[in-house]
């Protein structure tokens, strides 16, 4: 077994994504469970970028300090640049849908809800702190065991109006495709907008088992996102149709003006969240108030306004 830094000893894979390896092990000086993610460099990208990038990463990720944002305890290098995190014991909403979805694989209501309106805590708060996630999609949210949702790989994150908030000049997306606005696809800077986007786009395959604009194609996906209306998901609530396609519109401006407002429209559809058999445990917290009090009570304010 491999031990990174003379510290951090590795012993089982986790995952990859799209710039490294995560996988799970033990903090030797400390004696506890840590997530450690490796840099992998992809053939076709110039390797200074994706080591800054990495670093950014580390660098937004320990900078947020939210319940639903997994905490930073190291970063360094050792041959590799690696990143050591809170080890999370759950896994990815993807797997979740796949799992627990109808024969559509759509989640219910209350789930679909519960889900967003924690998505939209940790957005508020990484606004609030004038940094976009650009990447909101099931694969990157991780449901723990008590029924905390968190966000992770901030890896194409940028701060508002930096120098990472448009395409690059070679065509890179920074994010992903599928669930990217209308104007990002266009090449518009990123604005808080397109993460409530791709908020839209997440809560739709939640509530209806399939992405808004779903194609076989990426192509074509593209092409309707941008043409065609937003569709509502037939089997929510008209309420919470009404905000998934006010979320999915085609200009920023018309989406609602917030996180902290979408996630305040999202609670009353949370009641009636139950565990989920194999994911959560039975004492699982039915109200994402309780397990973001704090950190949504510091978000008041004109634009963001509190939990009720």
């Given amino acids: 077994m491999r031990t990174v830094a003379d510290r951090y000893r590795i012993t089982s ?13 033990t903090d030797l000086r400390l004696n506890r469970p840590v997530a450690i993610k490796l840099l992998r460099v992809p053939d076709d990208a110039p390797a200074r970028d994706v080591r800054r990038r990495f670093h950014r990463e580390a660098r937004i990720t320990a900078r947020l300090r939210h319940p639903g944002v997994p905490v930073v305890h190291d970063f360094g290098q050792d041959g590799d640049l690696f990143m050591v995190m ?37 957005l508020a708060a990484a606004h609030a702190a004038g940094l976009l996630h650009r990447d909101v999609k099931p694969e990157n949210l991780v449901l723990c065991p008590d029924g905390s949702v968190k966000v992770i790989d901030f890896g194409v994150a940028t701060s508002t109006g930096g120098e990472f908030s448009r395409i690059t000049r070679s065509g890179e997306i920074p994010g992903t495709a599928r669930y990217m606005a209308p104007e990002l696809l266009a090449g518009a800077e990123a604005t808080r907008a397109g993460d409530l986007y791709a ?41 919470l149709a009404d ?3 006010a979320l999915l519109a085609k200009e920023p401006g018309r989406r609602p003006s917030g996180a902290g407002t979408v996630c305040s429209r999202l609670l009353p559809w949370t009641r009636g969240v139950g565990p989920l058999p194999g994911w959560t445990a039975p004492g699982l917290a039915t109200d994402p108030r309780h397990l973001y009090t704090t950190a949504l009570a510091a978000l008041r304010g004109p634009e963001e306004p509190a939990v009720p």
Avoid: N
């Avoid at 894979?13 to 092990?25: N, Y």
């Avoid at 779903?214 to 008209?238: H, K």
């Fill in 13 to 25: 894979a986790i995952g990859r994504g799209g710039m490294g390896e995560v996988w799970s092990g």
């Fill in 243 to 245: 905000l998934v396609a």
């Fill in 199 to 239: 908020v839209g786009c997440l809560l739709y395959e939640l509530l209806a088992g399939e992405r808004p604009f779903q194609s076989p194609r990426l192509v074509d996906e593209i092409v309707r996102a941008q043409t065609e209306p937003a569709p509502r998901p037939a089997s929510a609530p008209d309420g």
């Fill in 86 to 122: 809170e080890e999370l014991p759950g896994d990815s909403v993807g797997k979740l849908a796949d799992e627990h979805g109808d024969e559509h694989g759509a989640l219910p209501v209350a789930w679909a809800a519960f889900i967003g309106a924690q998505v939209c805590a940790v």
